[in-house]
């Protein structure tokens, strides 16, 4: 982690003056000015993204390791340096995964894959013939005493030797889909397993690892989200955790419950255990929470930095080490068990969107989270000024991320909310809010909205444009003017004293429509030669796609597009270039052309997270800024700072100054 980073966490730990003292390093350097938005859990130690989907994890004293994609991840607990091992054979996904001694063991849909941890190579893969037809495919894996057992799509246990790739044992265990299975070595090595026919009922399986006899089986009356062993007092024991929170502790040797708790926790992925057994750590949404299996209680929350649920866990000593799920990210977090526990607020906000605005000439960002209200903040340090509308579940019930965007109406900055093709209009000075009503061709998805001169542009998923008129909510014109999901961007310009409204496609083109009816017109000059890829077809699953603009903006009298890793910028009136095509090295996420210092620029956001600012004239890049993550909405530029959204919060960057000293205090030592 490069000095930014460390500045940054200090920053959302609320420990400014231990980030002045980073600064103090190299003045001159573009470093995090301020953030705002959500605080880093005081328990966080390390934060990696991997790049793939993660599917093992294990801790031990010195290394926090994790198997994303064809990848094994050893990280340092100490440094945070990562080390990486390329895996022989063919990157393949893989429906779990665990780690075992040297090894790492992983199943996909016929076979059992076992790799050597120091060289990478291939040690075994079984033969798919072995799985027996009406099993289904390998989808559960647990590994113990020289053996593998993997639970199927058609509910069936396998045991499999790990020197030779035998089948060993097979027995039919659950009606159905098998989640997860796990096995003991204390004692008598045993299996526990959990599945059934659908996500409302289920069962939960004890085994002998010998030859996989049954010795216990109980119907649920609800599915099983994870489950694992512990030794509690002195007695082995199975826990299970329902997707209810109800948690129940095992005899195995009577597969009847000792202890059964009604939790607040809803889990998500697996469990780990800590303080000798005694607790599980359990994930719910983007937080851990730390149980007492001797009463239920939630002894701690511990809040990730991650914008999908929690995964994987592991747990050795004080550390803990979760990954995200749904994300081929890759994001880990290193987190530690302080004692007292820590206590964080399992929800807080994460900024969904936010823009810039004015208010009585003061410049500030307004932004939204998922619950609301619309919080505003300085945007010379970051402050909350204040907030505007009450708390409320709109932004998460529409199934989409607002967007926000500043309109002028009468010299007064308003910003527009919207998450489909109806706008709210939010006075950030008085607190007045007003919505659209809800025209008949409205769908449920946006997909891109622009502004200008008090008018908005809106092109849903569905492919119907709109335009409203922002300080009366009225529409002025809709149309439908592509199929699903065809249209990425759309942008607000003046050509010859008339409105127009461009939108780009995934296909590579342009289309131009006037303002007032959406009547579409033919492009101007040179834009008539930028026409779509004939051939093109879309794909849901890969949307937008390479050819797509991703980003259309008129500044001015110039037309600023991205297509992939290039940035072009045109006149409006001939399409002529107004400078060189502008390449990156990766794909460019964001776009936001400005003028800085009198020289008209754009600030680009690429793959790379390098945030860049261009001279248009020259193609000369003026700065650039190599951020954490790649950054998607960049929301002003000025010679004194650029401030982006990234990953939940709003983060300014700027060349050396004081740091403001006002933030609350979190907590923490500053260390990551």
Not at 113 to 141: E, H, I, M, N
Not at 177 to 205: H, K
Not at 359 to 386: K, T
Request: hydrophobic share 40%.
């Amino acid at each position: 982690m490069d000095r930014f980073e460390r500045m940054l966490t200090l920053l959302r730990r609320g420990q400014t003056e231990h980030a002045e003292q980073l600064r103090a390093e190299s003045p001159a350097a573009w470093l995090p000015q301020w953030t705002a938005g959500e605080p880093l859990s005081r328990a966080l130690r390390q934060a990696h993204q991997l790049g793939s989907m993660i599917k093992a994890v294990r801790l031990d004293d010195t290394f926090a390791w994790a198997l994303a994609g064809d990848t094994v991840f050893r990280t340092s607990l100490t440094d945070g340096v990562v080390h990486r091992l390329r895996l022989e054979g063919r990157d393949k996904f893989h429906w779990d995964a665990t780690f075992a001694g040297g090894t790492v063991v992983a199943v996909e849909d016929g076979r059992l894959l076992v790799w050597d941890l120091t060289t990478g190579k291939l040690l075994l893969a079984t033969d798919p013939d072995d799985v027996p037809r009406r099993a289904g495919g390998l989808r559960s894996l647990a590994v113990g005493a020289g053996v593998a057992v993997t639970g199927t799509e058609g509910g069936y246990l396998l045991q499999w030797d790990l020197a030779d790739g035998r089948l060993l044992a097979r027995t039919a265990a659950h009606g159905g889909y098998v989640a997860g299975v796990a096995i003991s070595t204390d004692g008598t090595p045993a299996v526990l397993s959990f599945g059934g026919e659908d996500r409302w009922t289920g069962t939960v399986c004890f085994h002998d690892l010998d030859g996989l006899r049954r010795t216990g089986e109980v119907a649920t009356p609800e599915e099983t989200s994870c489950g694992g062993w512990t030794v509690l007092d002195g007695q082995r024991r199975a826990v299970t955790v329902a997707g209810s929170g109800l948690l129940t502790v095992w005899d195995p040797t009577t597969a009847v419950p000792v202890a059964q708790f009604s939790t607040t926790v809803r889990p998500s992925g697996t469990l780990a255990f800590a303080a000798g057994g005694a607790r599980a750590v359990l994930g719910e949404s983007r937080a851990l929470r730390i149980v007492d299996l001797r009463d239920g209680v939630v002894r701690g929350t511990i809040r990730t930095d991650f914008t999908f649920d929690v995964d994987k866990i592991a747990a050795r000593g004080r550390f803990v080490f979760a990954t995200q799920g749904d994300s081929t990210e890759g994001r880990t977090n290193l987190l530690e068990l302080t004692d007292p526990l820590t206590q964080d607020a399992k929800d807080r906000p994460r900024f969904l969107d936010a823009v810039p605005a004015t208010i009585g000439g003061r410049a500030v960002v307004v932004a939204v989270d998922e619950d609301g209200p619309y919080r505003v903040h300085d945007a010379a340090d970051g402050r909350e000024l204040g907030s505007v509308g009450e708390r409320t579940n709109k932004h998460r019930s529409v199934g989409g991320r607002p967007r926000l965007r500043t309109v002028s109406v009468g010299g007064r900055d308003l910003v527009l909310s919207m998450s489909d093709l109806v706008p709210t209009v939010v006075d950030p000075a008085t607190g007045d809010i007003r919505t659209a009503p809800r025209p008949p061709m409205a769908g449920p998805v946006l997909s891109a909205a622009a502004t200008r001169d008090g008018l908005v542009a809106m092109v849903d998923a569905r492919g119907t444009l709109a335009v409203w008129d922002a300080a009366t909510l009225t529409l002025r014109a809709s149309t439908r003017i592509a199929e699903s999901l065809e249209t990425t961007s759309v942008a607000l310009g003046d050509l010859h004293g008339r409105t127009v409204v461009l939108t780009g496609a995934v296909d590579g083109g342009i289309r131009w429509f006037d303002g007032a009816d959406l009547t579409e017109l033919p492009p101007p000059g040179r834009f008539a030669e930028r026409t779509g890829l004939a051939d093109h077809a879309v794909n849901p699953m890969r949307w937008p796609g390479p050819d797509a603009v991703t980003a259309l903006a008129v500044a001015g009298a110039a037309v600023v597009s991205a297509v992939g890793g290039t940035v072009t910028c045109a006149d409006i009136a001939t399409g002529e270039p107004s400078g060189p095509a502008l390449a990156h090295p990766g794909k460019v996420w964001a776009v936001l052309p400005a003028v800085r210092d009198g020289v008209p620029v754009v600030a680009t956001s690429c793959a790379d997270r390098v945030l860049r600012i261009w001279d248009i004239a020259t193609g000369r890049t003026i700065r650039a800024v190599t951020l954490p993550r790649p950054i998607y909405r960049i929301l002003s530029v000025t010679t004194e700072q650029i401030i982006v959204r990234d990953s939940g919060y709003i983060v300014a960057v700027g060349p050396g100054a004081r740091l403001p000293v006002h933030h609350e205090a979190v907590g923490g030592d500053g260390t990551r």
